[in-house]
């Protein structure tokens, strides 16, 4: 119902002058902001690549941070798991085709992508076939030692926690 201050308010600056009909109308607008969509942060993928040489890395052709260096990864489709996200986005941005090996981490620092609040899921990944081939939004695609180079958005943590279990692992 129609807080009785916020009535009065409005019927003495003359705006409503039937109560019925307010307390409809403000039924309505409380029903329409209930079921309208929440917003709610984006689903991303990053791929962690390791090689004896270093990590397979993307040179960013678009911005946020064009012309870093950056992990393979991208947004979720509708429709689409993480895991066929991870894929997809390693094929189209290395040309290689991967197998997921195991999750490194979600990461949902609000501030971490420029763009807004997007959730990454981090995948570690082993090479089953294919050739590096830049494509999609990669204007490059290397392996190069992580610790040489600046990388993008927060994918210096990932990679390093992605080593780390990497080590765990052998």
């Not at 308010?9 to 039937?18: P, Q």
């Not at 993307?58 to 689409?80: H, K, T």
């Not at 830049?134 to 695609?141: F, Y």
Request: glycine residues 8%; charged residues 30%.
């Amino acid at each position: 119902m129609l807080p009785r201050h916020l009535f009065y308010r409005l019927r003495a600056s003359g705006i409503i002058g039937d109560e019925a009909r307010v307390v409809r109308r403000y039924r309505h607008t409380r029903l329409e902001a209930e079921l309208a969509e929440p917003e709610t942060p984006k689903l991303m993928v990053d791929v962690v690549i390791p090689s004896e040489e270093g990590v397979v890395l993307i040179r960013r052709g678009s911005e946020p941070f064009e012309g870093q260096w950056a992990l393979p990864g991208g947004f979720v489709e509708v429709g689409e798991t993480v895991e066929q996200a991870a894929v997809r986005e390693t094929a189209e941005e290395t040309g290689l085709n991967v197998e997921l090996a195991r999750l490194v981490g979600v990461y949902s620092e609000p501030d971490r992508d420029p763009r807004g609040h997007n959730v990454s899921v981090a995948l570690l990944a082993r090479v089953l076939s294919g050739e590096l081939s830049a494509a999609s939004d990669a204007a490059e695609v290397a392996v190069l030692d992580p610790g040489s180079v600046e990388l993008a958005f927060d994918h210096r943590r990932i990679v390093d926690e992605a080593l780390g279990i990497e080590a765990v692992d052998r």
